[in-house]
């Protein structure tokens, strides 16, 4: 066993180098100031106050740099998953705030638990059965739900908490009279900050500024006596242990959503990672060992007053370009904020929520995509279907419905496939041995007493009853002349016991029509199953074939030797 | 329309021949006495009074010979859904016989009801996921449970209803010392009557000889006084109307088991109309009319006093040996349980239960299967592995469980195959242009620069990173001098989306490591899909080719001009 394995950091560490340092410190840095406004305002919209977003950037920061085989994923609060806490959290209805922070510790530790089980078991796979268009549909509905529900914080008007658009949306029609035209001026000039602050320098930490700027602002022209919310008493310190709750009856309310983040933070996470790592090419990413990783940094906020956390997009791209080398970076991140807490959690009391609401949209606004469903539409009708139904579904019947709605049709995606395998009935490129799909070429040779069929698949139980269907139609058309089926199997990779079964009474039903079979180019796993199962010496040993062709060439022969034999006694006569 | 497709009666009644009558006869009398004891005990064995069974075997078999496509199938009570019945049933602890009544009539209204909704959608195909190994493992299970729940009137002990074998057994073992010894011998003797009568003539309808004799004999000796149990009043006449519950309560408790009945059912039902319709071929089967027919069936059976039917195995093997040629001699049958209902039901007063018992042990015996496992274990491992899982569930933790665990094995292996296509590395066989794995050949011509994959199966969302891995895994392997990966789709019949994106993500990351692709051997519908996701453009449309050969030619071909380039400048100085 190499402990490396289980701690990367050990990869690196040993020979950890100056030149990385600078790379690592110019990161760590850039992300540390990334991660004050993000941080507060993530925890915001999972209904936490912000302190606790600057805690969940502490312990878990470093645990996942002992731990991820990542160099560059910036792990923390991430707006995805810390809407899907406050969903979580308020099926719960908690009464107090410290009961709220309790869930919110406890989601942290049953999503560390199934993360990290599912890294120690080697269920990292499982998230391949998130397809892409599902993904797609349903991060750009998670945007839009997370945008309205900032809408309070920005308009600063009374909305009830929803995770489903229409009664987000009417709420707000209901509300929108009321709206607060100072805070709205703020959030719409903060927006503006952050997202266009960058076209002056690119390297300017713009969330960060709009945060100055707006405690500027309230501080020096006292706008929370004229109604601007703000933050108010952040408190100092750092934080100190925390538990979750271990009440069985909380634990099966939050499995749910528990479940849903850590599939759909994991997938993330994984994304991510996998984007940037193959920039760098020097190191290796492992799914397992990142679930591990993940669950273990989720175990570090359950127990120092954090929030579900995962690796985010955004954090994670800037990290990469302003140079990190390895999580070391993410080391410099966590001791910043560790500073923040010690020193400077006082600055923040005059920060109006507002603009906090105003780094979520800017962040989640880069989520919804057009370009995909629009390019699949043009492209991929069943997978822009996939995308459309999960994004429709997500947007009005909630997130977990959606990501729910999403993995079933994804599964069912691949049980229709499995179910149905590409089929084709074969004729000869005139003047060749090739045999293409007769539905793909004109012009190609068929004979009216030979039916070629190839079946592009394994046969097994869930697709006998598909390809024998398919055969019988086209048994039946050709039915008056038809003497022989020639079924090639040269993509078919594996038969089953079921397959076998059938297989064998698909011959001697035929045979009983008084139609022949041959069987061509079989691979040699499939050889073999039909050689255990006694299908070689069902169909005959003669009529196994190395290609099509040959398999022709045998029933001319035949056919002219019955001729022959028809004839012979005519012939004697002549003698 | 057809209309005869929605009534497939009027494909032969019209033309309904006297010939054909004399078969029918035959067998819907052998059948219908087939059913006296059956019917009666299979009643015993859902737990309500025999009568209910000779009520289920009236109405249902006429509505079956209306609406089902099958001639031959014998529908009626049958051992493995009555065994559903009465677990479903004790699950909602009935207080009375006629709340258990009213509970059979409701299951066989949701059993009607799943089933005639499957068949309107078109859901037939869903019996498909039921894999052939996983429906074995289950039915020797339910067999050895059906037994088992006989043994208390064998026995003549008391024996608590359970369908978990562990605890059957261990009260058969505490209560065996009570054991009613003339009960007992009357059941052996039943047993060995039923199994060894046939011997004598092999027409000899034994079930109704052992009831025969059992009555004579509790008649004649007064046996019942001796403390064997038996039948008692058998109320005479036709089974008046009755209703199911529409209590949603009830509903919610029974669906589950009303779905397991529904697919057991209807897959045991429609095995059994296959085998038989294969022999005769003068008809078509439709899955779908199937279950239509068995819904409507079993609404016949909720609304006459019945409880949950299916077309049984062994009685419709005899249906067809007797000569049965259309549904006609289902409708004979029923008309001799009419008689019977009306005349005859007093002859059953002295019946011994024992007898009953003795008729469902030999009716099971023959659903044990030995020899199918052991074939599995010696011919496909993965599919014993189902089966005997399936089997031990079932077996210890009830037939529902089994059931379920058996589709979620089913389908899990339908992802897990899915998400694993097979691959294989090529080699040239010397001195050809055939290319083949280089695992199942030796001495295979392969070169040191190219790496040529093929892939059997589609490439999408669900197998994508298996794929990659593999593929990674050999370029690893031959990476020192690696500067070609050649692709051949052959075997590919479809690339969805996430398989486009991928293979865009491979070329470029391969073309970073100075490794260049080509692709051969594209279906049709896989090239039209590269062309939509501009992958031949990407991949550069001189990088196609039909066939393996054709791109080592080409590589040969560019290799040559490149050293011709190199040695370009020299060759024009000798000039």
Chains 1, 2 share one sequence.
Request: one cysteine or more.
């Amino acid at each position: 066993m190499d402990i490396r394995k289980y701690l990367p950091i050990l990869e690196w560490l040993p020979k950890y180098e100056k030149t990385q340092l600078k790379g690592d410190l110019s990161a760590g840095i850039t992300v540390g100031i990334m991660l004050i406004p993000q941080g507060m305002a993530y925890a915001m919209l999972a209904g936490l106050e912000p302190i606790y977003g600057l805690y969940a950037v502490t312990i878990p920061l470093i645990l996942y740099a002992i731990f991820g085989t990542s160099r560059q994923l910036a792990v923390g609060p991430v707006a995805m998953v810390s809407l899907l806490t406050a969903a979580g959290i308020g099926s719960l209805h908690p009464e107090s705030t410290d009961q709220y922070l309790l869930y919110a510790l406890t989601l942290a530790f049953l999503v560390g638990l199934i993360q990290f089980g599912m890294g120690v078991f080697k269920l990292g796979f499982v998230v391949n059965f998130l397809s892409h268009p599902v993904i797609n549909g349903f991060t750009s509905a998670a945007a839009i739900i997370i945008g309205l529900s900032q809408i309070k914080h920005l308009f600063r008007i009374n909305l009830p908490n929803s995770e489903h658009v229409q009664e987000m949306l009417v709420a707000i029609y209901q509300n929108i009279h009321e709206t607060h035209m100072l805070t709205f001026a703020i959030g719409v000039g903060a927006i503006l900050v952050i997202k266009y602050g960058k076209k002056i320098h690119s390297s300017l930490p713009t969330p960060l500024l709009a945060v100055a700027l707006g405690i500027a602002l309230v501080w020096g022209f006292d706008l929370s006596s004229q109604g601007v919310k703000i933050v108010g008493d952040v408190p100092s310190g750092l934080p100190t242990i925390s538990f979750p709750s271990f009440d069985f009856g909380v634990w099966s309310t939050l499995i749910p959503i528990a479940l849903t983040i850590s599939l759909v933070g994991f997938a993330e996470s994984f994304a991510v990672a996998k984007t940037i790592q193959a920039k760098h090419k020097n190191y290796k990413l492992d799914s397992n060992q990142e679930l591990i990783a993940l669950g273990i940094a989720n175990f570090g906020a359950a127990f120092f007053r954090g929030f579900p956390v995962t690796g985010g997009f955004s954090r994670t791209a800037v990290n990469n370009q302003a140079g990190a080398k390895t999580t070391m970076a993410s080391v410099i991140s966590a001791v910043l904020i560790v500073l923040t807490l010690l020193f400077f959690t006082d600055l923040f009391y005059n920060l109006p929520s507002a603009i906090l609401a105003a780094v979520v949209l800017v962040a989640v606004s880069g989520l919804i995509d057009l370009r995909e469903p629009i390019n699949l539409w043009k492209k991929d009708r069943s997978d822009f279907a996939m995308l459309i139904v999960t994004f429709l579904v997500t947007l009005t019947l909630g997130i977990e419905t959606g990501i729910l709605t999403g993995m079933v049709l994804s599964l069912g995606m691949v049980i229709y496939r499995a179910s149905r395998p590409h089929m084709a009935q074969l004729g000869r490129v005139p003047g060749t041995h090739v045999f293409r799909n007769i539905k793909r070429f004109s012009n190609l040779e068929e004979k009216e007493e030979v039916l070629m069929v190839r079946i592009d698949g394994p046969i097994y139980f869930a697709n006998v009853k598909y390809i024998k269907d398919k055969m019988d139609a086209w048994v039946e058309r050709k039915r008056q002349k038809l003497t022989t089926v020639i079924i090639n199997l040269e993509s078919v990779p594996s038969v089953d016991s079921t397959g076998a079964h059938e297989l064998h009474e698909w011959i001697l039903s035929w045979r009983a029509l008084g139609i022949d079979v041959c069987i061509t180019a079989t691979k040699g796993p499939v050889r073999d199953a039909l050689n255990r199962w006694n299908l070689i010496e069902c169909v005959g040993a003669d009529h196994m074939f190395i290609d099509d062709q040959s398999a022709l060439e045998f029933l001319d022969k035949k056919l002219a030797k019955e001729v022959q034999e028809r004839y012979a006694p005519y012939a004697t006569q002549c003698d």
